[in-house]
């Protein structure tokens, strides 16, 4: 084997070594994300704040769970910007009067109206990663987050997270989507490892059955956007196919995320039973397989497009860096709970891309969004707004699967 196959092998040295520099790159990238008074501006193509663009509550809370990990790597200055993000999120971001976080701040510090299921998701996961690294203030900021998801996200009865509120919690919207619950997956999974309370772990399990039996009957593409009686709408924004939050038809990124966190799921709560989790496990890997046979390749060059009609078929031929993060992920997930050879053989190819075409070799961090030719294009996202899918792919491949990434980085749980 040439060395320069070993680089993107997985269990290779030189593929861990190469991961640790991407490691150390991407934290030394977003080191001027704090805004005075905490919370996270948006990064430029070159690290560099944007101060004129909105200062987001999910951006800020991923800046805080990154930095806490980096806390635990010995990357130096980690703490301290970890608990600028954590102060954000006590202070300026959080709704005093309402409760709960604003969407976010403009620039002129004008409050974003709503309340975003999927901002409170990440805010949970990154006290979560604050209580780990002893930032001051984030096991408040754990409390509070969890109890006020409860009151205003949570249904107990469905099972399930709504998606949106106003400012002040008095209208609910009608959507239902599955982009927040996913990440309620990994804020619950996150909180259970943190706080032992494994009502947080029996909570997505339940998201995750709604999951699967969506996604089962659909040919393993997951539907992404519900009615508030959760009715599947495949017709969903057809008409904006490429939406930020809301895109039209199946997104193989999230198939290929979902995965991996059914994966914990089912490792983390059939600890002691193997054919308990093997269901799901199998789940995982239709899920997996499925978007990557759509997506990877799907038009003549490499990468896995943003977005797929309900036959498979590439309606959005972008390539998101966050959905090539979660395919290194689970790729080395699925090889090492399998040890089937292809996920390795995915694994390389992912790696080889990643370093060839989507790896800012000059300015540092990944390029956040290319066109179906591999070029850098802005349209859904400028810049690279943050660090955690990418910093999390270094991460994930060499770290036990059963066990969320803040906490197995902290107690050195590699494979």
Partial sequence: MGERNRKYTIDTEENREFLKGITENLLSFGHGFPSPKGSSYYLGDDGTPWKDRNRETW?????????????????????????????????????????????????????????????????????????????????????????????RFWNEEEGLSCDTWNTEFTVLDDYRGLNANMHTVEAFLAAADVTKDEKYRIRAGRIIDHVIGWASENHWRIPEHFTKEWKVDLECNKEKPADQFKPYGATPGHGIEWSRLITQWALSTYKDNQEGAKKYIEAAEHLFNRAVEDAWNADGAPGIVYTTDWEGKPVVHDRMHWTLAEAINTSAVLYHVTKK??????YAEFMEYLDEKVMDHVQGSWFHQMNEKNEVIGTVWRGKSDLYHAFQATLIPYHTPELSIAPAVKEGRKI
Wanted: aromatic share 8%; glycine share 12%.
């Fill in 341 to 346: 050879e292809t996920y390795a053989e995915n």
């Fill in 59 to 151: 951006i800020t809370s991923r800046m805080a769970h990154v930095y806490s990990i980096g806390t635990f790597l010995g990357h130096e200055g980690s703490k301290e910007l970890a608990a600028a993000a954590i102060r954000g999120l006590r202070e300026e971001l959080h709704d005093d009067k309402n409760g709960g976080w604003y969407a976010g701040l403009t620039a002129e510090g004008e409050i974003l109206p709503n309340k975003q299921c999927y901002a409170h998701a990440f805010v949970i996961l990154a006290a979560s990663s604050g209580v780990l690294a002893g930032i001051e203030g984030a096991k408040e900021l754990l409390e509070d987050a969890l109890n006020l998801y409860d009151l």
